[in-house]
């Protein structure tokens, strides 16, 4: 199961890949740009209710549509111990009010064509102009009554404790995690995190007590965009939230900009699961958009890390081949609380190499002034990507608000082409030695330490350690003492003896098992129905309600073929003759002493556990057994997709009893870019399963 299963992730790994090769684009020449466009925008028409709503209003007619946004503009919160309380309100917001059940309130909006969707600051519809004065009505209702219920309160709590369980592996989660915390500190708003334990002290009063404080009309904007006059307009929005009463808000203080760290330093976390390196060169910034800065500090970025014409992009990307993107971020707010990322996700083996270029490009930016062209280039990329974006209304609108929000002049946007155009290559070098401090910065790497830890020792760095909880810890230790005398074969005989015997596994034929399959980033949860049979035929049909079959995989023994969208792609020859090798169902029972060994005593997330190196046809890889139960955690390869080197790691766990014999009922396989997660929700042995399954 885990040779047919990591060649599934493969499979998907190589159609993103392909993807993103067929869009690439000729980038060596710079479309010519015209003259800067002058720009005309528009005032909104404004007006405020007596509640204090503030509405923006822009009429446009070339679509019988219109949209409703609503913003409360709170100052950031610090949830503390509680932290998840505003994602929960957030989920359970909109979903019904005291007047409308959920199911009729969600069957209405669906039956209108509209759309309402709430978050735990604010709220967004757009419907048929038509059927607009109901969508109102309802997103008002919804706001000001909201259906908070207990057993909805429990619903999604669990919700977002799935959610993080399924995390729990992540490289992305846990570099988004502790890159925040410490840049900003636990104890802030921009630093804290959500864990388990802060879901679970969450109370169903927690929720209620949160929507009183926090969603109120004291702050709130609304703004409308589309087929729909300044009179209706206002009659909408008098009726139905002029009723929303003001709340006694508490006045948070504002959030405060965190020192940088003296001198930059590694900031480490180990992750053994990691098949990849995420690296994150970051420093706090204080920038504001009314600051004199703002423009040359947005191009300088455009120049670093901006694209795919950015320094970071050719070096990195295109120059060196480490990663398949790469790019740098300049944030900014009202509070001057923000951050420089400049960041990619690595290839193990060249972790350290790409540490050195990512400080190169910044040293770059900040030692040597920008060439004109280059600048020129980055100016005509930005410009064309503001001028676009006004031809959609709501940019208008949105523009406005962000002028009330961010204490901006009136003609901020107006004025916006000549100072980006105004920016000078003495302007790029000033700001870059400002805002991109490579001298105070942080470089937070979360990868596998014993692949990767070496490397960046060599960098000359401090290096601290974390863990993916952004808590202090100690060097892990790699590789402890073995026991004298342990081979490889005491090993595989170990875990043969652990999951019910060599004469028990021998009596096993076929199995099935029925899981549930998440597939991070996806919003769907496909099943999977995963059959053997020995010595070596295999079958994998992965499902979505409504959608039918979607991925189907097939060995019958001598051929085999993978399946997707209709398309049946044959196996390859080294696909074939790598699945007509198998000689069973429990590879431990046939392998060739004279190909393992013994390689360490290592442990996974404090687990001490036996690696074994296996070498077949000149490729190695790797298997992990607990060093005290037996039981096999993880097995190691490296794979070929959209030809790059791909290493990929499934991970076992949660053992049952079936019919006398311990199988996992729990599984991930990390593949590049791609995280599955597997949960058994069946598993039969010697039965359900036929020699017609295998076609």
């Known amino acids: 199961m885990k040779t047919f299963m990591t060649k599934i992730s493969g499979f998907l790994i190589i159609a993103l890949l392909s993807f993103g090769a067929n869009a690439q684009i000729d980038r060596s020449k710079m479309p010519e740009g015209g003259p800067s466009p002058k720009i005309s925008i528009d005032d ?19 679509l019988p549509r219109v949209s409703y946004s609503l913003s409360i503009d709170n100052k950031p919160l610090v949830e503390g111990d509680k932290a998840g309380v505003a994602s929960i309100l957030s989920s359970m917001l909109g979903n019904g009010t005291t007047n409308i059940s959920k199911d009729d309130f969600n069957e209405e909006v669906d039956f209108l064509g509209a759309n309402v969707n709430f978050g735990s600051s604010g709220a967004f519809a757009s419907t048929l102009t038509k059927y607009a004065d109901r969508i109102v009505e309802l997103m008002a209702d919804a706001a000001i009554n909201p259906l908070l219920t207990e057993e909805e309160f429990k619903k999604e709590r669990d919700k977002l404790l799935d959610n993080l369980r399924q995390g729990e592996k992540s490289v992305d989660a846990a570099a988004s995690r502790v890159g925040s915390a410490l840049a900003y500190g636990t104890d802030h708003a921009y630093g804290e995190f959500t864990t388990e334990e802060t879901v679970k002290n969450v109370t169903f009063q927690d929720v209620k007590d949160l929507y009183k404080k926090r969603f109120s009309p ?65 420093n706090n910034v204080d920038l504001k958009q009314n600051d004199d800065d703002y423009f040359s500090a947005i191009i300088a970025n455009t120049i670093l890390g901006g694209g795919t014409d950015s320094y970071i992009f050719k070096n990195i990307r295109e ?20 951050r420089f990322v400049a960041s990619a996700k690595v290839r193990n083996e060249v972790t350290d190499s790409a540490v050195v270029e990512f400080i190169k490009e910044i040293k770059r930016i900040r ?64 700001v870059a030695n400002k805002y991109f401090d490579i001298d105070n910065a942080r470089i937070v790497v979360v990868g596998k330490g014993s692949d990767v830890l070496t490397g960046l020792e060599t960098l000359g760095m401090p290096i601290k350690y974390y863990t993916k909880y952004a808590e202090a810890t100690e060097k892990p230790v790699f590789s402890k003492p073995l026991p004298e005398g342990l081979t490889a074969v005491d090993v595989l005989n170990s875990y043969v003896k652990a999951i019910g015997g060599e004469a028990k596994l021998k009596t096993v034929n076929t199995t099935l098992m029925n899981a549930d399959v998440t597939i991070q980033g996806a919003p769907f949860k496909p099943k999977a129905v995963m059959k053997a049979m020995a010595p070596n035929k295999s079958s994998m049909e992965m499902s979505i309600e409504g959608m039918g079959t979607i991925v189907k995989r097939k060995f019958d023994g001598s051929t085999g073929y993978q399946e997707q969208q209709g398309q049946r792609i044959p196996m390859t020859d080294d696909q074939l003759s790598k699945s007509q090798s198998q000689k069973g169902l429990y590879p431990e029972l046939y392998m060739d002493t004279s190909n393992i060994s013994l390689e360490s005593l290592t442990d996974i997330d404090g687990t001490d556990v036996y690696k074994i190196k296996v070498t077949k046809d000149e490729n190695e890889s790797f298997r992990y057994y607990d060093a005290e139960t037996g039981y096999l955690l993880r097995t190691e390869e490296t794979v070929e997709a959209g030809g790059q080197s791909v290493t990929s790691i499934t991970d076992y766990s949660n053992y049952q009893d079936v019919n006398g014999v311990m199988m996992p009922f729990s599984m991930t396989i990390t593949a590049g870019p791609q995280v599955l997660s597997f949960e058994t929700t069946e598993a039969k042995i ?8 295998f076609n």
Do not use: C
Not at 321 to 332: E, F, Q, R, V
Not at 686 to 693: A, H, R
């Open 319 to 338: 120059d060196k081949g480490y990663t398949y993107s790469a790019g740098s971020s300049l944030g900014s707010n009202r509070y001057g609380v923000s």
């Open 367 to 430: 030692t040597e002034p920008v060439d004109p062209q280059t600048l020129s280039n980055a100016k005509e990329k930005y410009v064309g990507n503001f001028v676009m974006a006004l031809e959609r209304p709501q940019t208008i609108a949105n523009y406005a608000l962000n002028i009330k929000r961010n204490n901006l002049p009136d003609d901020f946007y107006e004025n916006y082409l000549e100072n980006i155009n105004d920016v000078s290559v003495e302007d790029v070098q000033r």
């Open 218 to 282: 004291n702050n709130a904007y609304i703004v409308i965009v589309g087929d729909i006059d300044e009179k209706t307009a206002k009659k909408q929005i008098k009726t139905h939230f002029g009723k929303w009463e003001k709340s006694n808000l508490t006045d948070l203080p504002d959030p405060k900009l965190t020192p940088n760290v003296a001198s930059t330093e590694i900031d480490f976390v180990n992750m053994p699961n990691a098949t990849q390196s995420s690296i994150s060169v970051t």
């Open 686 to 693: 010697n039965e359900g399963v036929t020699e017609e399954d």
């Open 44 to 62: 909104p028409k404004e007006w405020e209710l007596d509640n204090g709503i503030k509405v923006l209003f822009v009429e446009n007619n070339k």
